[in-house]
């Protein structure tokens, strides 16, 4: 890169800052204070999304060349505050966001404190499952060899450690 290219990025990077923040609860923080406006919250979790690796950090995105940083991520951005499994074993989580989508027991991971964590939005963004939300599924995790295992609908899903980042 050229030295013009090289402070065009740096510039950049620097007006892509927001200043918010997403607490362990999944809550926006800015200034100190949660983002309290229903509608604005609304948009902000409409607008969140991760950049691609190897970046990978989460953004607030218009479109593919507007958006801004998030400041920092306590844990992940969305909570799954709820879970429900219908009759045929299908797990429906309910989102901080006020979405409700279908979980892939293949996605879940768990943490050393037995945190559960699973991939929502298609994959590109992580949501911890909350005590309620990870209560469902407690029924249907048995271990095998050592590791956690989630028995759902006949089938069988290995619940691998989650990865740091």
Same mark, same amino acid.
């Given at each position: 890169m050229t030295e013009a290219a090289d402070e065009q990025a740096?510039?950049? #990077?620097?007006?892509?800052?927001? +200043?918010?923040?997403v607490d362990r609860e999944g809550r926006?923080?800015? #200034? +100190?204070?949660? $983002?309290?406006?229903?509608?604005?919250?609304?948009?902000l979790f409409r607008w969140l999304d991760r950049l691609p690796p190897p970046d990978g950090r989460? *953004?607030?995105? %218009?479109?593919?060349?507007?958006?801004?940083?998030? #400041?920092? $991520?306590? &844990?992940t951005p969305l909570v799954a505050r709820a879970a429900r499994? &219908?009759?045929? +074993?299908? *797990?429906?989580l309910a989102l901080s966001d006020g979405s409700?989508? !279908? %979980? &892939?027991?293949?996605?879940?991971? *768990?943490?050393?404190?037995? $945190?559960?964590?699973?991939s929502v939005r298609g994959g590109r963004i992580e949501a911890r499952?909350?005590?309620?939300?990870?209560? $469902?599924l407690g029924d249907y995790i048995t271990e095998a060899d050592g590791? !956690?295992?989630?028995?759902?609908?006949?089938?069988?899903?290995? %619940?691998p450690p989650r990865s740091a980042g």
């Open positions: 740096a510039w950049l #990077e620097k007006i892509r800052r927001s +200043g918010i923040s926006f923080i800015h #200034e +100190g204070a949660e $983002v309290a406006h229903a509608g604005l919250k609304q948009a989460y *953004v607030l995105r %218009l479109d593919e060349r507007r958006f801004a940083f998030l #400041e920092n $991520v306590a &844990d499994i &219908d009759p045929d +074993g299908n *797990v429906r409700e989508e !279908p %979980l &892939d027991p293949a996605t879940l991971t *768990v943490d050393d404190a037995g $945190v559960l964590r699973a499952l909350a005590t309620s939300a990870a209560a $469902v590791r !956690p295992l989630l028995r759902l609908a006949g089938r069988s899903y290995a %619940l």
